[in-house]
């Protein structure tokens, strides 16, 4: 099992900036991808960034150029720098980790933190 705890959302003017925290723990040494998901209000769920455990990083063409993912596997924590924030980045925000431990890839979903960017 791996636990997911998300922190950082909050309020902010369009422009401003966030930093998102997912801090991750359990069975943490079968996990390969990580990534950052978010879904506004009405929508489905999409991939905003993912880092893959050799570090490479890809990102939506939505998001592309505003957000960096990283990680820093001393501490347990996956992070979402998030620039040039715009009223359409509103939505919550899920940290998700891609675990091998049972041979078949599962998915782990931290609980959601909520951003909204004001206009």
């Known amino acids: 099992q791996v636990q997911l705890v998300e922190s950082g959302g909050g309020l902010v003017q369009a422009g401003g900036s966030l930093r998102l925290s997912c801090l991750f723990s359990?069975?943490?040494?079968?996990?390969?991808?990580m990534g950052w998901y978010r879904q506004a209000p009405g929508k489905e769920r999409e991939l905003a960034a993912v880092?893959?455990?050799?570090?490479?990083?890809n990102y939506a063409d939505s998001v592309k150029g505003r957000f960096t993912i990283s990680k820093d596997s001393a501490k347990n924590t996956l992070s979402l720098q998030m620039n040039s924030l715009k009223p359409e980045d509103t939505a919550v925000y899920y940290c998700?980790?891609?675990?091998?431990?049972?041979?078949?890839?599962?998915?782990?979903w931290g609980p959601g933190t909520q951003v909204t960017v004001s206009s």
């Open positions: 880092i893959t455990s050799a570090g490479s990083a």
């Open positions: 998700n980790a891609e675990s091998w431990r049972y041979g078949t890839p599962r998915d782990y």
């Open positions: 359990g069975d943490t040494g079968y996990i390969s991808d």
